[in-house]
């Protein structure tokens, strides 16, 4: 029997390959465009037929979380052949999804799944699942595996450009950086997550000046005392996304990198964007 079993919410925005070749499970939540709804599992809809639909929208579309039923049919089917589960999931402050995950444990009735509470989402979230999958292949136990989680929390670091404020501000996920209002919708801000929201760590005036400055106080926020690992992604911006991975690998070459897209969820709520993730160990 396995030890143990890792599952995250499709807001951790790690390519399908990872998800296959870690074993990683994954429960989906939902975009809905008005009538329609979409399972978030790159089969219903696409990111890039999402993106188009996003522009194409008049109305900007909700999110859904999974219902516990969802993690029931998973915990259960997990718990055969593992001995235990560490769910990971998006920030409560920005979701009820790890509710529904609590909630399902709860039905379950076993201490031997442990859901967290990540506090962060999208990328930060992809590299925190993914390196408590790479210490569960390696055999360590769930408490240390959580241990490591914890320390993440406080010391992974998250920034991200939007190109433009108008969906946080719509889709009212714009948290610690609120101030950011309709009437500033112009400037370039760089935000960050702070105790599970969203929050502004700086502002710039033009989108080329605030590529530069992610990307300096990405060098800035890096202290050099252990490997690095990154990941770099995009909501709609290919080509910049592509760019951005490329100067980061020449210029602080890290242990790992990862390119990633920003998936249906956070990127209803995101828009265009550019986001980098990190962590030293």
Request: proline share 4%.
């Amino acid at each position: 029997m396995s030890k143990v079993a890792i599952v995250t919410d499709s807001t951790a925005d790690l390519p399908e390959e990872l998800y296959l070749k870690n074993n990683i499970t994954v429960v989906p939540l939902s975009v809905i465009f008005g009538e329609e709804i979409f399972i978030d599992d790159k089969r219903d809809l696409t990111i890039d037929a999402f993106y188009k639909k996003l522009k194409d929208s008049s109305k900007l579309p909700t999110t859904a979380q999974p219902a516990p039923s969802d993690f029931v049919k998973v915990y259960r089917k997990l718990l055969e052949d593992h001995e235990k589960i560490i769910s990971i999931h998006i920030s409560k402050k920005m979701s009820g999804t790890p509710d529904s995950a609590e909630a399902a444990k709860k039905e379950i009735d076993s201490d031997n799944i442990i859901v967290v509470d990540s506090e962060v989402t999208t990328i930060a979230l992809g590299l925190m699942v993914l390196k408590s999958c790479w210490m569960a292949q390696e055999g360590r136990p769930a408490e240390e595996i959580i241990a490591r989680i914890n320390e993440l929390k406080t010391s992974i670091n998250t920034l991200f450009v939007p190109h433009t404020l108008e969906y946080l501000q719509k889709g009212g996920r714009i948290g610690r950086a609120k101030g950011l209002i309709a009437s500033l919708l112009e400037i370039k801000p760089i935000l960050t997550l702070h105790l599970g929201e969203v929050s502004q760590y700086r502002t710039t005036r033009r989108w080329n000046q605030a590529k530069n400055e992610m990307l300096n106080s990405v060098q800035a926020m890096i202290k050099g005392k252990g490997k690095l690992y990154i990941s770099v992604a995009d909501a709609d911006l290919e080509e910049e996304g592509n760019e951005m991975s490329e100067k980061i690998n020449q210029l602080l070459k890290p242990e790992f990198i990862l390119r990633s897209k920003i998936g249906c969820i956070v990127g209803t709520h995101l828009g265009p964007a550019i986001a980098i993730a990190f962590y030293e160990e």
